[in-house]
């Protein structure tokens, strides 16, 4: 391996780049800086997002410009109750004039795929999605196919409670790294979206079949994307932070076998209060955390992970890892303050193991 | 280890201020703590006043009404709430608080009110009480009180150490086994009670485990305590409750001791070691001769009762060992506290060993100089058979001759008859008794009702009456008939136990002597041959004197459905009785062993171990050693929260970082554990921006130091320069203070 410029020098030397890519993305998804990071965050710790939020919230339109910025290739599908896998992976179809069969590749071959409204589509489909978002490969007929690097998913979703939805399996669930919501703008951001020219429009044919459109100039090339993944990787931990993350799962884990951690216990011993119930993080979900965490400390122009990384993704990466039954967002915050904001809360910073 | 560790971390769930300030008890732990109280309040209960146990009982189901409400108010909520919210949390977070504040709907001007009227109460009653009970009925209203406004931790704290001195101030009246065993009790529930608040199970019984698993633990450390703390004498006397005086009065009238022989407490127990045990009849033991009959009681002659004489122990009353043959009979007996000076004794006796506390008395009998209000033990050789009072002075022979004219006058009436008839001494007592015998006289329990206490109805008209009646009426005649007769009044028999034998030898143990052992009989002074003893109940009723209750007298007690009976009748079960002699025997030793270990028993035991010393050196050896368990104890625990501190070995900016908030924390400025280096920085920064400057370095070079990958030359500098921003950081404290 050829001698690399230290951390240091890698992230001091992206982020031009980085701050390019945010201001590109705040052109078009007003008022959400924060979401924005996160989503940005997400893809350069190479894991999947998954959007969830109401109709109309810009969820699409977040995913759309992630794609182009970073210039990658993009396709939309919409999932529908009827979607079978091979709508989503592609299939092989008999060609009369090669006499043979060919592979007919579907959108998933992309380097960014935005699978909209996940939800609506049967587990089966869903499912169909699995091998490609864990191993970055898919088969058809057995034969197995290497995705394009980078590769994401983008998917959005409509929340539970909304007719003709099927709830997505713990396992894939756990698949994407961060679940984000955008929540309603505030009254200046909405002033900018009515104002703001309808950007979407001359791109949204893109469909099932769509081809790869590319209405914004890409920021930075593929090879500047991968080197800034590297990097993230890069991005040292001290033990401090480490013990921190493993402190946070380990309440999770605690809670969820029923006894309460003694941290947990309010010293004036209201056990009721402090009930937390929710399901135990993974090492997955862990290393989902602490991968987060670094890429949201490379964004921050620094080269090692602080608390507040760890706490900035926390609620992002666990809380749909942790809940029992997901809550009925009706827009805003509303992964907020709950079980991880509890789990969060119990564990201290400069003392993880302290109890 | 749960209990040390005191500094559990501060959490916060986001309601960390309103935790600190209010106090939350679950309503299943509420419950708990009541019923701690019922029953705390019910063990002393029986010595507190009819109208206290009233006031009492109204605040306890008052608490329980209150209890009860608070649930129904839950449920509305809880009801009302999941209806409405999505978020199941937030709901029942927000009803348990609405549900707090309604915890305590009592105002406080409501229970002052009350608490004022109780007061005046007790205040008015004390003289009439005693000091001892008013201050028992102080302690357990405001115990009862204090409930209604739990609002703090330490007021939950008050609560409980309140019950538990309501518990130990119980053993003031009984310290018997029993009673021990269930104030133990109490003590393990009390305490798991506030162990519950604490721990992480709900359990109630696993933490009745665990607190009974600490209190075995530290058992060692009480019996350490109990063998070397000093055994000082009460600086004060324990006053006496009226009501826990038992046993014999020292005036009787016919009908007094009656209600005596109801009762199956426990009046004294005897020890004759290897011994034989006397025979049943033998066993009459003196408690008080009563010397002065007014025609309605006997009473005490009050120069006895002051026992002022000088020198009397040896010269007027006490036995002469010397001039008799008969060999003694040695034996050790443990009274039980009665609240009353005098002590028990078969005629005549001696005190042997150590005697001091007790004193001889005129008439062969033994009081103690202070009033029993514990246990108490003393040695006493006794020679039965031998004659005692052989010389009578002129003036107690008046005494023991005198008696209110025409007080009874048909019994004055026989007297003279019998005196003319009988000249001989002994032949008229036989024939009294035999009047008695051959007459339709009837031993009862519950004679008839005599006006006045008149001897003259009892004896010519009623005819029916127990042992007072008899030994009355029996010594009036010889008086009147010119013999000096006087009346003994003490216990008959005892129960023999002889499980605590380990020889298995017959007739060795010890016997046990109840309250319905008592009796009354008689006492003749005949010239050369002293008092002797005449029990005219033998000659009405010989299976009383012989053996005991006779079964004609236990089916006449069926009728009062009383205790004492279904003990005659579990007499009769084998293994119960068996059972019983078992926890008596138990019951003897742990009087013995433990209540009666006193300061003689403390050094004759030091005096064991370490050879005989001057008492300096024993004060000297119970101080060291007390300072040494004291010391092994604060070790102990210093060990124990020590591995939490060392587990964790702090850096240098780590310390420096929490000394710092420490600092803060003193000017109101806490960190919530959760919070992170940089936001605390933050928020300083908006909190106090005189000092924003320099912590914000402070922080910036904790962050660095602590996940930075630095050099270590690069780390010592940062570590000097956070030293440094430290001192400039005390100095702006200083500042702006």
């Known amino acids: 391996m050829p001698k690399s410029p230290p951390i240091v020098d890698k992230v001091y030397a992206s982020q031009q780049s980085i701050s390019a890519i945010l201001t590109t993305i705040e052109k078009v998804v007003f008022g959400k800086p924060k979401e924005c990071r996160l989503a940005l965050a997400c893809l350069l710790a190479q894991g999947h997002l998954l959007i969830e939020d109401l109709p109309g919230m810009g969820k699409t339109t977040l995913a759309h410009i992630l794609a182009t910025t970073l210039g990658l290739s993009y396709q939309r599908t919409q999932f529908t109750n ?35 409204e996940i939800n609506r589509a049967s587990p089966k489909t869903q499912s169909a999605l699995l091998e490609a978002m864990a191993e970055n490969q898919v088969s058809i007929d057995g034969i197995t196919h290497a995705l394009p690097n980078p590769f994401f998913v983008i998917a959005t979703q409509n929340p539970l409670f909304h007719a003709g939805t099927y709830p997505l399996p713990e396992s894939q669930l756990d698949r994407f790294m961060m679940r984000l919501s955008l929540g309603f703008p505030d009254l200046k951001a909405e002033k900018q979206i009515l104002l703001s020219p309808a950007l979407r429009t001359n791109q949204s044919t893109s469909t099932n079949q769509g081809s790869n459109t590319v209405d914004n100039e890409p920021v930075i090339t593929e090879q500047a994307l991968i080197a800034m993944q590297q990097a993230v990787t ?8 480490i013990e921190y993350i493993i402190a946070l799962s380990h309440v999770s884990r605690r809670a969820y076998s029923g006894q309460t951690a003694q941290a947990n216990q309010e010293p004036n011993g209201s056990a009721d209060e402090i009930e937390i119930r929710c399901k135990p993080l993974s090492p997955r979900a862990s290393k989902a955390l602490l ?13 090692y992970v602080l608390p507040d990384d760890v706490q900035a993704v926390f609620y992002v990466v666990c809380q749909h890892r942790l809940e029992i039954q997901p809550n009925q967002p009706l827009g805003g915050n509303q992964f907020g303050a709950s079980v991880a904001k509890q789990i969060l809360d119990s564990v201290d910073v400069l003392n993880p193991f302290g109890y | 280890m749960i209990f040390f560790n005191t500094k559990v971390n501060q959490q916060s769930w986001g309601i960390k201020q309103k935790a600190s300030s209010s106090f939350y008890l679950s309503r299943k732990n509420s419950w708990l703590l009541w019923l701690c109280q019922c029953l705390n309040v019910a063990v002393i209960g029986l010595e507190l006043s009819t109208w206290m ?6 605040a306890l189901a008052w608490q329980a009404h209150l209890l009860h409400q608070s649930r129904d108010s839950v449920r509305n909520k809880k009801q009302l709430k999941t209806a409405k919210q999505p978020g199941p949390r937030q709901g029942t977070r927000q009803s348990k608080h609405a549900n707090n504040n309604q915890n305590k709907p009592v105002s406080p001007i409501i229970l002052a009110v009350f608490a004022l009227l109780g007061c005046l109460a007790i205040a008015i009653t004390a003289k009439q009480v005693g000091i001892l009970v008013s201050m028992l009925h102080l ?43 269930i104030i133990l009790t109490l003590l393990v529930l009390n305490l798991a009670v506030l162990h519950q608040l604490f721990s992480y199970q709900r359990k109630f019984v696993a933490n009745v485990k665990v607190i009974i698993m600490l209190l075995t633990q530290s058992a060692l450390l009480a019996v350490v305590l109990f063998l070397v703390f000093p055994r000082l004498s009460p600086f004060w006397q324990v006053p006496s409750a009226k009501s826990a005086a038992t046993g014999l009065s020292d005036t009787v009238k016919p009908g007094d001791i009656a209600n005596l022989t109801r009762s199956t407490k426990l009046a004294f127990r005897a020890d004759f070691g290897q011994q034989a045990i006397p025979a049943y009849s033998q066993l009459y033991w003196r408690a008080m001769v009563l010397e002065d009959y007014d025609g309605r009681q006997w009473t005490r002659q009050k120069r006895f009762a002051s026992n002022k004489i000088p020198g009397a122990k040896i010269k007027a009353f006490s036995f002469d060992v010397s001039k008799t043959e008969v060999s003694p009979l040695t034996y050790q007996v443990v009274a039980e506290p009665s609240y009353q000076k005098y002590l028990f004794a078969l005629a005549p006796a001696v005190a042997i060993g150590d005697s001091s506390g007790i004193k001889a008395q005129a008439g062969y009998t033994f009081n103690s ?14 020679y039965l058979t031998a004659p005692f009072g052989v010389e009578l002075s002129q003036k107690s022979k008046m005494a023991n001759l005198s008696y209110p004219k025409n007080s009874n006058p048909r019994l004055e009436q026989l007297a003279l008859q019998l005196q003319h008839n009988y000249v001989d001494v002994m032949s008229r007592a036989q024939a009294v008794l035999t009047l008695i015998n051959k007459e339709n006289y009837a031993y009862t329990l519950q004679p008839p009702l005599l006006d006045n206490n008149s001897l003259d109805q009892f004896f010519f008209d009623t005819q029916a009456g127990f042992c007072v009646h008899y030994a009355s009426a029996f ?17 008959l028999g005892g129960e023999y136990n002889g499980i605590n034998d380990s020889q298995q030898a017959d007739n060795t143990g010890h016997l046990s002597i109840y309250q319905y052992d008592a009796h009354a009989w008689s006492e003749i002074w005949i010239e050369g041959k002293g008092w002797l003893r005449i029990d005219p109940t033998s000659a009405v009723d010989p299976q009383r004197v012989d053996s005991g209750w006779s079964t004609r007298l236990l089916q006449e007690q069926s009728a009062l459905n009383n205790d004492l009976l279904s003990l005659y009748q579990m007499k009769n079960i084998k293994w119960l009785s068996a059972l019983r002699l078992q926890f008596d025997a138990l019951d003897y030793q742990w009087t013995r062993w433990v209540i009666g270990f006193n300061n003689k028993q403390q050094y004759d035991l030091f005096k064991h171990w370490f050879g005989k010393m001057a008492s300096w050196k024993l004060a000297l050896i119970m101080a060291v050693s007390l300072v040494v368990t004291m010391a092994i104890l604060m070790l102990f625990l210093h060990l124990l929260n020590q591995p939490k501190k060392k587990s964790r070995s702090l850096t240098k900016w780590q310390r420096i970082y929490q000394k710092s908030l420490t600092q803060l924390a003193k000017q109101g400025l806490d960190k919530p554990v959760a919070m992170t280096v940089n936001d605390f920085s933050k928020q300083v920064r908006r909190e106090c921006p005189e000092l924003a400057i320099v912590f914000t370095r402070l922080s910036a070079s904790y962050n660095c130091l602590c996940y930075q990958p630095l050099s270590a030359a690069k780390q010592e500098e940062l570590t000097l320069a956070m030293q440094h921003q430290y001192q400039h950081f005390i100095h702006a404290m200083k500042r702006s203070a």
């Open chain 1, 291 to 303: 991968q987060a965490a670094k890429a949201m400390a490379f964004i921050d122009n620094r080269d």
């Open chain 2, 369 to 382: 100089t202070k009033m029993l209000s514990q246990a108490k033990s003393y040695q006493l050789s006794s």
């Open chain 2, 139 to 181: 302690l357990c209203f405001s115990y009862v009180l204090k409930a209604f406004e739990v609002r703090s931790r330490r007021d939950f704290y008050q609560l409980l150490l309140l019950g538990l001195f309501v518990l130990a101030a119980s053993l003031i009246f009984r310290q018997d086994l029993t009673a021990t065993l």
């Open chain 1, 234 to 241: 890069e991005v040292t931990v001290s033990n401090d932070v």
């Open chain 2, 475 to 491: 010594t009036f005649l010889m008086r009147a008939s010119g013999i000096p007769a006087r009346m003994v009044t003490g216990y």
């Open chain 1, 82 to 116: 009827d979607l079978l896998p091979a709508d989503v992976v592609g299939f092989s179809i008999f060609n009369n004039e090669t006499n043979g069969f060919e592979l007919h590749k579907g959108p998933i071959f992309n380097q960014v795929i935005l699978a909209d």
């Open chain 2, 53 to 58: 146990l009233g006031i009492i009982s109204l």
